[in-house]
């Protein structure tokens, strides 16, 4: 059964992905591949195929539910969101990138969720959701 426990954990599992692939603090992925050494790339190569299955998942789980025209609304709320933020100053330096990130993990975590949350809304059940007894 859906509940907001189960989307709290999508959610969290999207954040933990965008922000572990670049965030400002410099510990990050991409931070990781960019530094100089030339050691542990075994472990660079595999974390690197890791980010891309989840994020091929997340992202044609998103892709396959809101479809680009629910993607680029849910994008535009969350733009139009960042602008009141900017707007009303609440924004700085590091806040603005990290915000910039929570917005992506949101457009995931809504995009996995949004067979759950569309059956929930309108009673509708997917194809992929019915059982044959």
Not at 19 to 26: D, L, V
């Amino acid at each position: 059964m859906f509940s907001y426990s189960s989307f709290f954990v999508r959610w969290l599992v999207a954040v933990f992905l965008v922000i572990a692939t670049y965030n400002p603090s410099g510990y990050s992925y991409f931070h990781w591949i960019a530094q100089a050494s030339t050691d542990l790339w075994p472990f660079k190569a595999l974390a690197g195929v890791a980010l891309i299955v989840v994020y091929g998942l997340y992202g044609l789980a998103t892709l396959r539910a809101l479809g680009y025209s629910g993607i680029a609304l849910i994008t535009a709320l969350s733009a139009a969101i960042i602008w009141v933020l900017a707007d009303l100053k609440l924004l700085t330096g590091f806040a603005t990138p990290m915000i910039l990130m929570l917005m992506l993990a949101n457009v995931l975590a809504i995009g996995v969720s949004w067979s759950h949350i569309r059956h929930r809304l309108s009673g509708q059940v997917d194809s992929n959701d019915v059982r044959i007894y």
